[in-house]
Nanobody, 120 residues
Framework: VQLQAFGGGLVQAGAYLRLSCAAS????????IGWYRQTPGNQRELVAI???????DIVDSVKGRFTISRDLAGNTVYLQMDSLKPEDTAVYYC???????????????WGQGTLVTVSS
């Protein structure tokens, strides 16, 4: 299973970006899929994650500005980031909890990370 993330870049404060992450390979299903972010010297933190049922968990600091969504197949996740702030600057990682097959336990996969830089 591979997760490929796209959409990072350099923007000014107040601008928007849309991240996408597509899962490919052989698997049965994806349970939770979403985004984490990390800045130098800090731990990776949850930004937003969505279950197959559509429930979401979003960190308070981005509520009202970031929206997470999945495509109908459930294998691609998007993060619409509006009203970006300099403190949103980080490397954003896609994470997916994948069921390889009906006989295997869930495995966690990470994407390669995409850099988001917000200038003031």
């Amino acid at each position: 299973v591979q997760l490929q993330a796209f959409g990072g870049g350099l923007v000014q404060a107040g601008a928007y970006l849309r991240l996408s992450c597509a899962a490919s390979g052989s698997f049965f299903s994806i349970d939770h899929i979403g985004w984490y972010r990390q800045t130098p010297g800090n731990q990776r933190e949850l930004v937003a994650i969505m279950s197959t049922g559509g429930s979401t968990d979003i960190v308070d600091s981005v509520k009202g500005r970031f929206t997470i969504s999945r495509d109908l197949a459930g294998n691609t996740v998007y993060l619409q980031m509006d009203s970006l702030k300099p403190e949103d600057t980080a490397v954003y990682y896609c994470k997916a909890d994948v069921t390889p097959n009906l006989e295997a336990p869930i495995r966690v996969y990470w994407g390669q990370g995409t850099l988001v830089t917000v200038s003031s």
